[in-house]
């Protein structure tokens, strides 16, 4: 394709992500609340804010954008100590938006007021990525919701703590300093990125402090420590599932894998996917790094198809999606698509259309994966709409210390529990068990984009059975 063309797709792309308003399922809505939000994930941004700043109880809101009134004086009496006073905002607040899981979780807090509780809290990229931070939330928040209806855990509430994070390993670590020296804190859910986990977890391991992360699928995870665990399957699982569909099902043997080398996940699962091709009896017969400045989605197509390419891999993370799917574009539907959970996103049905039709994608879980499973009614209700495969997973994780805590109400005694081959707890996506290595032994679902209704841009993700 010539530059002309490129630069024709490339417009074009970018008209039809301006042209797509409102609506959508709250796995991908606050993606496009988000856009035109600024990115506070500079290094100057981070150095002028504390990390006090970063982690809030219910007295202060760490999310963007305008808040509304309502849960501004809901916010304002819990900063003020007057806990009984928030409730009745916070209430009203979440009948003008339900879906809202930090108005949520800081309304549950302030209803414990000055009761016993047990304390958790988790570390989100909210500044950085709203998006999945919201996603991830909703998990969280349903969680404490549900325990703490039910009267707590053995009769006692449980109290969430939320941390900003950016995604930036080096606050995820300074966080995870502050959240080790709270003694409070019996459990951390996150970080969200691999990079950030593998940085936190050096910490939150010598503090013996749990962390449960329901988003990091790099294999370095794996046998990390005996206080990280994960509720998402590592890549080696969602690598496994696409070369054998691609192998199997798709009946093709030659892939180009487009990668974010600055990325520990994106290299995770590339590497993961070029090694179960290969036992597969197929060959990857090309790497492209989505993060170097000279990168050309025409070029890579082209060279890509010119070395015997039947398959394109997009191991992307979220800082090369946009370049990702700029390869959707240039390949029109020559090539068969595959791609990692990353590119679960309402922005590839939003660029990629009709060209992105019929990509396969590795997701933790679907909402219609699983028929027997109660938890999609019970989100439905709760947040008013469809949740995503990292509100599952996060729904799990805070399951999981919830099922610790009520074992042995102690740091050591949720980490005693976590890693005991007894232990099991019931979460969104079925049982919950860790393996010695501190992975879940779970599988992937894999999706494919079809033409749909749904999430209002015109095409789906729906499960492959």
């Given at each position: 394709?010539?530059?002309?063309?490129?630069?024709?797709?490339?417009?074009?792309a970018?008209?039809?992500?301006?042209?797509v308003?409102?609506?959508?399922l709250?796995l991908?809505?606050d993606?496009?609340?988000?856009?035109?939000?600024p990115?506070?994930?500079?290094q100057?941004?981070n150095?002028q804010q504390?990390i006090k700043?970063?982690i809030?109880?219910?007295e202060?809101?760490?999310?963007?954008?305008?808040i509304?009134?309502a849960?501004?004086?809901?916010?304002?009496?819990?900063?003020?100590?007057?806990?009984t006073?928030?409730?009745?905002?916070?209430?009203?607040?979440?009948?003008?938006?339900p879906?809202?899981?930090?108005?949520?979780?800081f309304?549950?807090n302030?209803?414990?007021?000055?009761a016993?509780?047990y304390?958790i809290?988790?570390?989100l990229?909210?500044?950085s990525d709203?998006?999945?931070?919201?996603e991830i939330?909703?998990?969280?928040?349903?969680?404490?919701?549900?325990?703490?209806?039910?009267?707590?855990?053995k009769?006692v509430?449980?109290?969430?703590g939320?941390?900003?994070?950016?995604?930036?390993?080096e606050?995820?670590?300074?966080?995870?300093?502050?959240?080790?020296?709270?003694?409070?804190v019996l459990g951390?859910?996150?970080?969200?990125?691999?990079?950030?986990?593998?940085?936190?977890g050096t910490?939150?391991?010598?503090g013996?402090?749990?962390?449960?992360t329901?988003?990091s699928?790099?294999?370095?995870?794996?046998?990390?420590?005996?206080?990280?665990?994960?509720?998402?399957?590592s890549?080696f699982?969602?690598?496994?599932?696409l070369?054998?569909y691609?192998?199997?099902?798709?009946?093709?043997?030659?892939?180009a894998?487009?990668?974010?080398?600055?990325?520990?996940?994106?290299q995770?699962?590339k590497s993961?996917?070029v090694?179960s091709?290969?036992?597969?009896?197929?060959?990857v017969?090309?790497e492209?790094?989505?993060?170097?400045?000279?990168f050309?989605?025409?070029i890579?197509?082209?060279?890509a198809?010119?070395?015997?390419?039947?398959?394109?891999?997009?191991?992307?993370?979220?800082n090369?999606?946009?370049k990702a799917?700029?390869?959707?574009?240039?390949?029109d539907?020559?090539?068969?698509?595959?791609?990692?959970d990353d590119?679960?996103?309402?922005?590839?049905?939003?660029?990629?259309?009709?060209?992105?039709v019929?990509?396969?994608?590795?997701?933790?879980?679907?909402?219609?994966g699983n028929?027997?499973s109660?938890?999609?009614?019970?989100?439905?209700q709760l947040?008013?709409?469809?949740v995503?495969?990292?509100t599952?997973?996060?729904?799990?994780?805070?399951?999981?210390?919830?099922?610790?805590?009520?074992l042995?109400?102690?740091r050591e005694?949720?980490?005693?529990?976590?890693?005991?081959?007894n232990?099991s707890?019931?979460?969104?996506?079925?049982a919950i068990?860790?393996?010695?290595?501190?992975?879940?032994?779970?599988s992937v679902?894999?999706?494919?984009?079809?033409?749909?209704?749904?999430?209002?841009?015109?095409?789906?993700f729906?499960p492959?059975?």
């Open positions: 394709m010539s530059q002309k063309n490129e630069t024709t797709v490339l417009v074009l970018l008209l039809i992500t301006l042209g308003v409102g609506g959508g709250w991908f809505k993606s496009i609340i988000s856009q035109n939000q990115n506070i994930n500079s100057s941004k150095n504390s700043d970063r809030s109880f219910g202060k809101t760490l999310i963007a954008g305008e509304a009134p849960k501004k004086e809901g916010v304002e009496a819990i900063a003020a100590g007057s806990l006073q928030a409730i009745a905002p916070l209430t009203a607040s979440l009948k003008q938006k879906n809202d899981p930090e108005a949520l979780i309304l549950n302030a209803r414990i007021g000055s016993k509780s304390t809290a988790t570390s990229p909210i500044g709203p998006n999945a931070s919201l939330l909703r998990g969280i928040a349903q969680a404490q919701n549900e325990i703490n209806a039910s009267g707590g855990i009769g509430r449980l109290k969430v939320i941390a900003n994070d950016d995604d930036n390993p606050i995820s670590k300074q966080i995870a300093t502050t959240l080790v020296k709270n003694q409070e951390v859910i996150g970080p969200n990125t691999s990079d950030a986990t593998l940085a936190a910490v939150y391991t010598s013996k402090l749990v962390a449960i329901p988003t699928t790099s294999v370095k995870i794996s046998n990390f420590s005996h206080y990280v665990f994960r509720t998402v399957p890549d699982i969602a690598a496994r599932s070369a054998n691609m192998v199997k099902k798709l009946q093709k043997k030659n892939a894998v487009f990668f974010n080398s600055q990325s520990n996940y994106s995770s699962l993961e996917f090694s091709v290969s036992l597969e009896g197929g060959q017969s090309n492209f790094d989505l993060s170097q400045a000279t050309s989605a025409a890579s197509v082209e060279q198809t010119k070395q015997g390419a039947e398959v394109l891999m997009l191991a992307s993370n979220a090369t999606l946009d799917l700029q390869v959707v574009q240039v390949n539907k020559r090539l068969a698509l595959l791609g990692g590119v679960y996103m309402l922005k590839t049905l939003e660029l990629g259309r009709e060209k992105a019929g990509m396969v994608v590795a997701v933790p879980w679907h909402i219609d028929s027997s109660s938890f999609p009614q019970k989100s439905r947040w008013g709409a469809d995503s495969w990292r599952a997973l996060s729904y799990d994780a805070t399951k999981a210390l919830i099922a610790a805590i009520e042995n109400p102690t005694g949720v980490q005693q529990a976590l890693i005991s081959s232990f707890a019931t979460g969104a996506t079925g068990r860790f393996l010695g290595s501190g992975d879940r032994n779970a679902q894999l999706v494919k984009i079809a033409p749909g209704t749904r999430s209002r841009t015109g095409y789906d729906v492959i059975p």
